[in-house]
T-cell receptor, first 110, second 114 residues
């Protein structure tokens, strides 16, 4: 089955700096790669996604890049703000099922 | 629209007790999922359903059962609770159309088995 590895497990940045979280996947059949943000005590919420026919996608301060050959994808957050502090999960999806990474706890210091 | 709702929010069970975690959605989505999230870990798929009357096992189905008699509801049953089932349980849905892969999660049920 699919295996997703996510790094780093924790990330601390100063407000205004950029943050990058990386994921690798094993199954070349995976074709959809979402990123979720989970705030304390809540369920994960989709923040951005990318499909296998696209190399990069951007939404304001958030961007995702995908390298299908190397089987890795990354989340980039620019101009970080304290409200970006949360746990971020990547996932790889194929045939109706998603496999999640173990999460990255991002802390943005004011 | 309420989206995805889960009840209860929190429950304490004794070893060997049984309970049903409820999940309901009003988005008319075909796909529904149950995940568990252990501390510091990602989400592990327990069971999923592609429509009413159809269910299938995920990564970690042992100790759980599900049913899907309607599009709206997808209850998760624990028959003999064990301490290893202490976790936070999330229900999720996904639909059809352009964004059919996007999953929408409920707020979770925190379960403690003592």
């Amino acid at each position: 089955g699919e295996n997703v590895e996510q790094h780093p497990s924790t990330l601390s940045v100063q407000e205004g700096d950029s943050a990058v979280i990386k994921c690798t996947y094993s199954d070349s059949a995976s074709n959809y790669f979402p990123w979720y943000k989970q705030e304390l005590g809540k369920g994960p919420q989709l923040i951005i996604d990318i499909r296998s026919n696209v190399g990069e996608k951007k939404d304001q301060r958030i961007a995702v890049t995908l390298n299908k050959t190397a089987k890795h994808f990354s989340l980039h957050i620019t101009e970080t703000q304290p409200e970006d502090s949360a746990v971020y999960f990547c996932a790889a999806r194929d045939a109706g099922k998603s496999t999640f990474g173990d999460g990255t706890t991002l802390t943005v210091k004011p | 629209n309420a989206g995805v709702t889960q009840t209860p929010k929190f429950r304490i069970l004794k070893i060997g007790q049984s309970m049903t975690l409820q999940c309901a959605q009003d988005m008319n989505h075909n796909y529904m999922y149950w995940y568990r999230q252990d501390p510091g870990m990602g989400l592990k798929l327990i069971y999923y359903s592609v429509g009413a009357g159809i269910t299938d096992k995920g990564e970690v189905p042992n100790g759980y059962n599900v049913s899907r008699s309607t599009t709206e509801d997808f209850p998760l049953r624990l028959e003999l609770a064990a301490p290893s089932q202490t976790s936070v349980y999330f229900c999720a849905t996904s639909g059809t159309g352009t964004n059919k892969e996007t999953q929408y999660f409920g707020p979770g049920t925190r379960l403690l088995v003592l």
